[in-house]
């Protein structure tokens, strides 16, 4: 009896060395690149491609993407008390040509291009072309009609696991042109920091898609560490993981607007986003087939807008 314990804790103890080790590797490899961790992360290379037809996902994505409710008229809970006028006023206006210059260069060159097909690198490398988008950038913020291109973009189906034959077991991933990404960028800081110089979001609670928040980190961070402290107290914790299906995909727009102008952003911003989610316009597109446009008529298309779920 003795051996065969003997030999239980010593493949106990190999097998944790064998993890300990997998952990340090994981590690080393997430500080060198997170952006490839992570990717490599979420698809395996392993994992297949969209095995359906352009005929599927013809019939999916419109039907997915419509709201039949478009026009509802949002109004707050009764006795639901509204958040205070501003201290600090939403800075509407454009930014500078340093401003846009330093965001512009801050950007991935690694980002991939929209259906347009120029990235970010051109901006970067040619100034008289980078002046020429925020005198363009910068009409289309005062005038508040936003260009065409800046509407349209592509997506692309990555696999959650090895099933891939239908598109709701695939993860859309919407790719706009890099000239509305910056532009959007400039939407999303100044209402981040309307938002927080008002105190509307609690930091303490709200930690994604704020400017210089590693939230992913920190919220896993704070799990972890009440993880192991009920282990080592030997206590009994309590977590509910609540995974909403179609998370992005199932904000309705004019929901967002009521959000927004519940907590005091000017109209003219609130025009600009309205004429920008009421022609948003997408296709799939895969090694095999391209499918059809369809109109978001719900849901943010990329992570510059995914603040506005935060006011929700």
């Keep these: 009896m003795q051996a065969v314990k003997l030999h239980h804790d010593l493949a106990k103890l190999v097998k944790k060395n064998k993890e300990e080790s997998k952990r340090l590797k994981a590690k080393e490899r997430f500080l060198e690149d997170p952006h490839r961790f992570a990717k ?3 698809t395996p290379p392993n994992l297949g491609k969209p095995n359906f037809s352009k005929e599927v996902a013809d019939s999916y994505f419109p039907e997915t993407y419509k709201d039949p409710d478009r ?3 949002y109004r707050p809970p009764p006795g639901f008390p509204r958040p205070p006028e501003p201290e600090e006023k939403f800075d ?3 930014p500078t040509w340093d401003e846009f210059t330093q965001v512009c260069w ?5 980002s991939a291009p929209g259906l347009n097909g120029i990235p970010y690198l051109l901006y970067k490398r040619c100034p008289q072309t980078r002046r020429r988008l925020w005198k363009l950038e910068r009409l289309a913020w005062t005038t508040r009609e936003i260009p065409k291109d800046m509407q349209v973009g592509r997506v692309r189906l990555l696999p959650k696991s090895d099933k891939t034959d239908h598109p709701s077991l695939m993860r859309p ?3 706009l042109n890099a000239e509305g990404r910056l532009f959007w960028t400039f939407y999303q800081a100044r209402l981040s920091k309307f938002m927080l110089t008002n105190n509307y979001i609690q930091l ?3 930690k994604a898609f704020l400017h210089g928040v590693a939230g992913c980190i920190e919220h896993t961070t704070s799990h972890w560490e009440m993880l192991q402290n009920a282990k080592s107290a030997e206590r009994q914790i309590a977590i509910a993981w609540l995974d909403l299906e179609n998370a992005y995909g199932s904000v309705r727009h004019m929901l967002a607007q009521f959000a927004l102008k519940w907590y005091h952003v000017p109209e003219s911003m609130l025009e600009l986003l309205f004429k920008y989610q009421e022609r ?3 296709r ?3 090694d095999r087939w391209i499918s059809n446009w369809f109109h978001l008529a719900i849901g943010v298309p990329h992570a510059a807008l995914a603040l506005l779920r935060c006011s929700m």
């Design 40 to 42: 490599e992360l979420l």
């Design 71 to 73: 026009s509802w008229a």
């Design 92 to 94: 509407d206006q454009f």
């Design 106 to 110: 801050k950007k991935s060159n690694g």
């Design 173 to 175: 991933i919407s790719v």
């Design 204 to 206: 303490k609670v709200q």
């Design 280 to 282: 948003i316009y997408l």
């Design 284 to 286: 799939v597109e895969t």
